[in-house]
């Protein structure tokens, strides 16, 4: 039997909630989801050593993620918010479909498209809506899709902003170089149809970024982060699945996987948390 096809074996014990990211990113939905159900046990992995995904081919996000899911698994987690819009993009309807059930069907793992697509729907008047993420995100289309399928009227605008990643990843957000490109993405989304009355940052990093965004976005406009929307969703989804929610152990506490240099993952976490954390390094 290979590594792949091994079921992992369902215990009864409750374990922490497992959130990953390609990186740092998911931490913005982590702080978000942390203040709003704090009685629960987190656990953070971050593929900090193989990020960006945004730029990755889908067979690799897919692989990623699994292996990235697995691990989490493997320490206890029962569910799994994929908190990265990439990995939600291009890998969660195959794990949801093709690997949970081969191993173990009792596990449940999330993405943060779904979520915000429903949100969406709540907060534009006039169904013109504006997607900006990486690459990848916008290239699989998977907000298109989503939003039509749930909302068939809806007009959709995607545009991918390559350099925002790379700029708050290099403390750059606050920068001049940030302005730049802040403000010629927006412009050109803007330009392609200036009735966008819902702007959604369809990245987890973004929000590192929304003061510079606020400033070019025209007035009047509803900029869409996903932390609040995320954790709103989760609140729902276990108290409509109370089975789950008791696999979910409860002990307030935080811990943090990278994939890459924990000290360098606890100096930028500081940037996306607010908050000191320690990590720890693992390799799959
Ligand atoms: N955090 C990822 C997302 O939400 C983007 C970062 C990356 O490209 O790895 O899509």
């Given at each position: 039997?290979s590594?792949t ?11 922490p909630?497992?959130v990953?990211d390609?990186g740092y990113?998911?931490?913005t939905?982590l ?6 159900l704090?009685?629960y046990d ?10 960006p995904?945004g730029c990755?081919s889908?067979?690799v ?7 990235a899911?697995?691990h989490?698994?493997d320490q206890g ?10 990995a939600?993009a291009k890998a969660?309807?195959?794990?949801q479909r093709?690997?949970i ?12 498209i779904?979520p ?7 907060v534009?008047?006039n169904?013109?809506?504006g997607i900006?993420?990486?690459q990848?995100?916008?290239s699989?289309?998977s907000y298109d ?9 809806f007009?959709?605008y995607s545009?991918a ?7 708050v990843?290099n403390?750059e957000a606050?920068?001049?170089g940030?302005?730049y490109?802040?403000?010629k993405d927006?412009?050109?989304l803007f330009?392609?149809?200036?009735d966008?009355d819902?702007?959604v940052?369809g990245?987890?990093?973004y ?6 965004i606020m400033?070019?976005?025209?007035a ?10 995320v ?15 008791r696999q979910?152990?409860?002990?307030g506490?935080a811990?943090?996987?990278t994939t890459d ?6 100096e ?7 908050a000191?954390?320690?990590?720890s390094?693992?390799?799959?």
């Amino acid at each position: 039997m290979s590594e792949t096809d091994t079921t992992i074996l369902s215990t009864s014990q409750p374990g922490p909630i497992g959130v990953f990211d390609s990186g740092y990113g998911g931490l913005t939905i982590l702080r978000e989801v942390r203040k709003l159900l704090p009685q629960y046990d987190y656990l953070y992995l971050g593929d900090n050593a193989r990020a960006p995904y945004g730029c990755r081919s889908f067979e690799v996000v897919y692989r990623f993620t699994l292996e990235a899911v697995r691990h989490l698994f493997d320490q206890g987690c029962r569910l799994v918010i994929l908190a990265c819009n990439t990995a939600s993009a291009k890998a969660l309807r195959t794990i949801q479909r093709h690997d949970i059930p081969r191993i173990d069907p009792t596990r449940r793992v999330l993405g943060v498209i779904r979520p915000t697509v429903e949100e969406i729907g709540r907060v534009t008047r006039n169904g013109v809506v504006g997607i900006l993420g990486t690459q990848g995100t916008v290239s699989s289309r998977s907000y298109d899709m989503e939003i039509s399928k749930l909302y068939p009227g809806f007009k959709v605008y995607s545009r991918a902003c390559p350099m925002w990643c790379p700029l708050v990843e290099n403390l750059e957000a606050d920068g001049d170089g940030a302005d730049y490109f802040v403000d010629k993405d927006i412009r050109a989304l803007f330009a392609e149809c200036p009735d966008i009355d819902t702007l959604v940052l369809g990245c987890t990093h973004y929000p590192l970024l929304l003061n510079k965004i606020m400033r070019y976005t025209p007035a009047g406009v509803t900029v869409m982060t996903q932390g609040d929307v995320v954790a709103r969703s989760l609140a729902s989804y276990l108290q409509r699945h109370p089975d789950i929610a008791r696999q979910c152990s409860r002990g307030g506490s935080a811990h943090y996987l990278t994939t890459d240099n924990p000290g360098k993952f606890s100096e930028l976490a500081r940037v996306f948390m607010r908050a000191d954390v320690e990590a720890s390094q693992i390799a799959f």
